[in-house]
Every structure is written in structure tokens, then in C-alpha cells.
């Protein structure tokens, strides 16, 4: 079926949470930014790369007013979701604003070195959640050594919305912003080389199948909204860290 969904535009995927990343035909890595507001309050998950920050901006843009960014949350430190902080930032106190950034503490250690000028706000300090102004509560949730160490991702309680960062992603040239027909392969694929082992992802999938998923929203690929639970299972049992075997000296 033809996607009718116009991706040249933010895309509303739940009630004030927007996918504002891009379609790059030539790369099958895509890199998806999500923006959530709440109460004029809002958080920017894995702003992307610096060569896509343009056309994330552009979308951004459309939605809010920079100074009402308190959160930029990273799931890690890879330049595909961080490169574009210190832009982000350029704008955010250009206006007057302030924004903290939102990771792990090992994460952060890495994420200083992009010169990035905001306060940290370290998930494994704070409880492991995030409370915004208007109530709403971001939990996260740690998911270590998916692939980093210190990786977490938040589930937004009041959508169930999971930003999942690269677990759930895929490498995909028949891609669409919602998971189609190939999604559930190319995901498998993209876990069997990149995630370190079976036992790790398993850890991880314990802990998700206790939250009330609605939606996963990762960082690569497409949007999972439906089958969540599939999805869960598939990672479950799979075989992980494909590369050990792929020789080398
Ligand atoms: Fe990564
Ligand atoms: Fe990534």
C-alpha cells in the first residue's frame, strides 16, 4: 500500500509526539528525531547527525519556538543522534532558552566532547525518570550494552510510547515510516551483527514485556505500531553478536 502519509512534514504519530526525521533514498541507515510537547514544554529525543540537521530543523521549527526545548535525551553518544546538539543549542540560548541533556552518565562523559554547553541530566541520578512540567512522567528504562554500555530508552507512560534508540532499528531500502511487510527481517538482520550477544538483548526484552507498550519509536527504521509484543518475542530469542564468527585477524 502506498504510504499517504506526507514525510516531507512532521508526522503526528501520537497526540503531540512528531517524527521530524527524513527519507534518504540512498541510505539505508535513516536516523528518525522525535519532538514531544507537552503544555508548551518540549523534549527533543536523538537530534540526529550534523548532516542531517537542516531538514530536522526545518521540521522542528514548524512545531515550536526553540526556547521551549528543556530536554534534548540521547540514548548514547553516536554522532548519528548527537552531532546536531551543539546547533540545537546555538538556537536554544540564542533566544534565551536552556536545555539539559538527558543521558546516561557514561554516555555523557563521551557526549562533552562535542563541546556541547548544557548541563547534563543524568538518568542513573535521577531515579531513572524524567518529570515534566505539566506531570507527565518519562521513565527510563537501562537496556545495557544495547550497544553502549550505559543505553537506556524512556517510555513516555502517557502514550506508551517506547523511544527505543537503535534496539528495534533496521537497515532498510523498502522503508516506511510505519513498519511494513519486510520490517520484521530487516530488524532481525540489523540485531544479529550489531547487538552484542543473545543473552544482552534478552535482559533487555525481560524488561520491556512488563510496560504497557503502545507504540516504539527507534532510532533507525521504521515505527512499530503494530505487533509490538511480535516484535519483543523475535528479539527474545535471537542470535546476536553475528560478527564473532566473521573471522578477521
Ligand atoms: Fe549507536
Ligand atoms: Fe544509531
Request: charged share 20%; net charge negative.
Amino acid at each position: 500500500m502506498a504510504d499517504e502519509i506526507n514525510i516531507s512534514e512532521p508526522v503526528e504519530i501520537a497526540e503531540g509526539v512528531n517524527w521530524i526525521g527524513f527519507e534518504d533514498k540512498s541510505a539505508g541507515f535513516r536516523c528518525n528525531p522525535y519532538l514531544l510537547v507537552d503544555d508548551g514544554e518540549a523534549i527533543l529525543f536523538d537530534p540526529g547527525s550534523v548532516q542531517h540537521f537542516p531538514i530536522v530543523l526545518s521540521k522542528l521549527a514548524k512545531l515550536i519556538s526553540f526556547d521551549q526545548i528543556s530536554h534534548i535525551i540521547v540514548t548514547h553518544q553516536d554522532p548519528d543522534l548527537c552531532g546536531a546538539i551543539p546547533k540545537f543549542e546555538e538556537l536554544i540560548y540564542g533566544v534565551g532558552g536552556s536545555a539539559r541533556i538527558a543521558t546516561h552518565t557514561r554516555a555523557s562523559v563521551l557526549v562533552s566532547y562535542y563541546d556541547v554547553r548544557s548541563e547534563f541530566y543524568c538518568v542513573d541520578q535521577e531515579g531513572w525518570k524524567l518529570t515534566m512540567r505539566s506531570g507527565r512522567e518519562l521513565k527510563f528504562v537501562f537496556t545495557p550494552y544495547m550497544h553502549f554500555p550505559g543505553s537506556f530508552m524512556t517510555f513516555d507512560t502517557k502514550t506508551g510510547i517506547l523511544f527505543s534508540g537503535d534496539v528495534f532499528g533496521a537497515l532498510s531500502f523498502d522503508w516506511s515510516l510505519y513498519a511494513n511487510e519486510y520490517y520484521m527481517e530487516a530488524m532481525k538482520a540489523f540485531h544479529e551483527n550489531y547487538m552484542p550477544s543473545g543473552e544482552i538483548v534478552n535482559f533487555a526484552m525481560d524488561k520491556l514485556e512488563r510496560l504497557d507498550i503502545k507504540m516504539i519509536a527507534p532510532q533507525h527504521g521504521s515505527v512499530i505500531n503494530k505487533n509490538v509484543a511480535g516484535y519483543i518475542d523475535t528479539l527474545k530469542s535471537l542470535e546476536c553478536g553475528e560478527f564473532l564468527d566473521k573471522g578477521g585477524e
